[in-house]
């Protein structure tokens, strides 16, 4: 059977919620893929690293992918509190985020450690989500375009194609703000991301790197999210963590 690619991702950011007991959210996220949405979208939950394995040992056989929120370049070695992408794969992850806005700004992370980490992710065997975006006051001073330019130059390891990298643009002041860009924004910038794809990833393969919008995607505002050009899912931070607001934003795919 061949796979339509790129297929269109929804993947949701936990970010530091989640205990136990969410195993719940987790099933009825399983309970709710189905068949009819898993032919049209890929499913990926991101929680902390205390559920990755669990989480991941209870994703086998329903297709909902396991991914972590961050991981260090080294593979192991003296990093007190720091995972590695070998370990997240070995817990059952196959996706990492790397190059959040809020581990850019909490943890001074800077386009060149992205990209170690996106490697690091590459080497083993993960596909990386790298996320970039503008401030509000990047924003404001029109320049939103040059800013992403250079984090994607900069976080984008040259070994990159359309399966070990996703993209996520997520604007800083729409993340938790319930703030959007307008479409014809989005647009903008998701075609801005995809020509500077043409030079940072194999020619052959730019074009099908999947480009995630980010920040206050809702089961209203996603439909018409997800249909602008060049958008090809959502990274979701707050509504990932409702069962049912996380599918109904999938089911954006539904048509
Ligand atoms: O940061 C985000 C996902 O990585 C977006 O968060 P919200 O969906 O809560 O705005």
């Known amino acids: 059977m061949s796979v339509e690619w790129p297929r269109p991702l929804v993947a949701g950011n936990w970010k530091m919620n989640g205990l136990k007991s969410s195993n719940e959210v987790l099933s009825e996220i399983q309970v709710g893929y189905t068949p009819g949405l898993k032919a049209k979208v890929d499913l990926v939950v991101c929680p902390p690293a205390t559920l990755v394995h669990s989480f991941a040992v209870a994703c086998v056989g329903s297709r909902v992918g396991i991914g972590g929120q961050d991981c260090h370049a080294k593979e192991s070695g003296a990093f007190t509190g720091d995972l590695s992408a070998e370990m997240l794969a070995d817990a059952g992850a196959t996706y990492v985020i790397v190059g959040h806005s809020e581990r850019r700004q909490y943890h001074k992370e800077k386009d060149a450690d992205v990209c170690v ?11 990386a989500i790298v996320c970039v975006g503008e401030t509000r006051e990047e924003r404001e001073a029109g320049k939103t375009l040059a800013v992403v330019r250079k984090q994607l130059r900069g976080s984008i390891p040259v070994d990159s194609n359309s399966h070990n990298l996703v993209v996520a643009y997520e604007p800083v002041w729409a993340i938790g703000t319930g703030l959007t860009p307008t479409a014809a924004d989005v647009a903008e910038v998701h075609a801005a991301i ?7 990833v194999g020619k052959a393969d730019h074009a099908k790197v999947r480009i995630l919008y980010g920040g206050s995607v809702k089961p209203s505002n996603a439909a018409e999210l997800m249909s602008v050009e060049n958008v090809n899912g959502a990274l979701v931070g707050g509504a990932s963590l409702v069962a049912a607001d996380f599918l109904a934003i999938a089911g954006a795919y539904l048509g």
């Open 117 to 127: 980490k996106a490697v690091a992710a590459h080497r083993a065997g993960l596909t």
């Open 194 to 200: 995809r020509e500077e794809l043409k030079r940072l």
